[in-house]
């Protein structure tokens, strides 16, 4: 059987934001399985307006043709305001059907983890027929940021990461089944 191909996606967008660090690391660990295919979704790359506020048809193509490359998803999902970032939002509005049936995990951060961020994104992914696993990483800008910037993770975190990536392989291929 061909490998599960797995999008890990950075729900920031701003100048000088954490995401990309986050998103390494998870890679890095997920590489080293060798058991799917891993690779960086950055919102960023796709340059999206608000949904609505002027034609996209090409942003929106090339944004949905990836969603519908990816068998299932690893968010990383920082909090603002309590909840997720307007990009990520946004770009989870750009698509529909690329994302039903498939799964997803979570690595949130913020101060408590990114939890209520966390939390809003798997109401939104229930709309979006996207099964969320329950196992999450989350880490803290207090603890696991030198300075709030440089990424340290705790080594505790590595156990949850793989823990949350094996459920979304293990849901992403019995989902695949449906499509
Ligand atoms: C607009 C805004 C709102 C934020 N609100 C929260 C919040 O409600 N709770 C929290 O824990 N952190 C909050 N933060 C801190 C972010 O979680 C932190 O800056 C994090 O690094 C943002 O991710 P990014 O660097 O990838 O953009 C907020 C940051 C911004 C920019």
């Not at 490998?3 to 997920?30: C, E």
């Not at 803290?140 to 910037?149: C, K, R, V």
Request: proline residues 2%; aromatic residues 8%; glycine residues 10%.
């Amino acid at each position: 059987m061909s490998k599960l191909n797995i999008g890990i996606i950075l729900g920031s967008t701003r100048q000088g934001r954490l995401s990309p660090q986050v998103g390494k690391w998870v890679k890095n660990i997920a590489d080293r399985r060798g058991d799917a295919n891993y690779e960086i979704v950055d919102i960023a790359d796709y340059k999206l307006p608000l949904l609505g506020e002027v034609d996209a048809t090409e942003q929106a193509t090339a944004w949905n043709a990836k969603i519908a490359s990816l068998d299932g998803f690893v968010f990383i999902v920082q909090e603002y305001n309590h909840s997720v970032t307007g990009s990520l939002k946004n770009a989870l509005d750009y698509a529909r059907e690329a994302w039903y049936d498939k799964a997803a995990g979570i690595v949130g951060y913020g101060s408590v983890g990114g939890a209520r961020a966390a939390e809003h994104l798997r109401g939104i992914l229930g709309e979006l027929c996207v099964a969320d696993v329950r196992t999450q990483a989350s880490l803290s800008l207090f603890t696991d940021f030198e300075n709030g910037s440089v990424l340290k993770p705790a080594e505790y975190h590595l156990a949850n990461v793989n823990g949350m990536i094996d459920q979304v392989l293990a849901w992403s291929g019995a989902l695949k089944t449906l499509r």
